[in-house]
């Protein structure tokens, strides 16, 4: 190749990195997964107070105050200690609460915690039978209205029995605390059949319910948390207003307190609705 070959060679590739370069400069920001500017959300999470639900044998929240008023300095100061078990109120359940050797709290992926959700209704079975467990069958009868539930999905199961909180005895079958009231829970939860379906035909990312626990209140062997566990599906409990939220179409960001070597933890969880802003809170 002669000189001047390589001098013109040499000045288109300069030229090049400069016009890649002020490509780099002018280029936008990756746009986020779904617009926040628009829409507007719903708040998924019960209040922590001292009237939340908890399970029979867990602690329940306790709210401490520290200081509340003017200082000596003549300003406000308010703080609080809290105490909490990790399961009770809206919360996660780590895959390690019911896994030996599964992620603990604070290893739970952010992609299993945000992501399009898909909201299964059985309010009216749930009405007919307290101890209903939510089958393969409710699922596909789901899909065949909306489409496959597709990989990765947040799928929400709306029993209907969040309009109890916080009464214990409506929402949980008993306001009974301690071991001996657990045989006397009564509410919905996932059939065995449908979390291993969730997670050998679907590999769902994440599952939450409106009740206090994925199995139902009669289950005595646990079988839905620990086939999902198995697999690494974290479990969301005690959410809030799945009646607000479309069959298809929403966005969750579920947010635990990041404990770390926890088997669960207070919950954050809200959705994202695109569109027109909606009415209420």
Sequence with gaps: ????????????????????????????????????????????????????????????????????????????????NIFTAEHGGTHLDAPIHFAEGGQATHEVSISRLIGPVFVLDVTEQSAA??????????????????????DGAILLVRTGFSRFWPDKAAYLGTAERGAAAVPKLHFPGLSPELARFLVEERSVGAVGIDTASLDRGQSTDFMAHRILAAANVPGFENVAQLDRLPATGATVIALPMKIRGGSGGPLRIVAHLPGAPIRGR
């Design 1 to 80: 190749m002669s000189a001047s070959n390589l001098r013109a060679g040499a000045r288109l590739l300069a030229v090049a990195g400069a016009i890649a370069l002020a490509g780099c400069a002018a280029k936008p920001p990756v746009p986020a997964p779904f617009a926040l500017a628009g829409g507007s959300f719903v708040d998924l999470t019960h209040d922590a107070d001292e009237d939340g639900i908890f399970w029979p044998t867990a602690a329940e929240f306790r709210l401490e105050e520290v200081a509340h008023g003017e200082t000596e300095g003549g300003w406000h100061y308010s703080a609080y």
């Design 129 to 150: 039978d307290r101890d209903y467990l939510v089958s393969v069958d409710d699922l596909r009868a789901w899909e065949a209205e909306h489409g496959r539930l597709p």
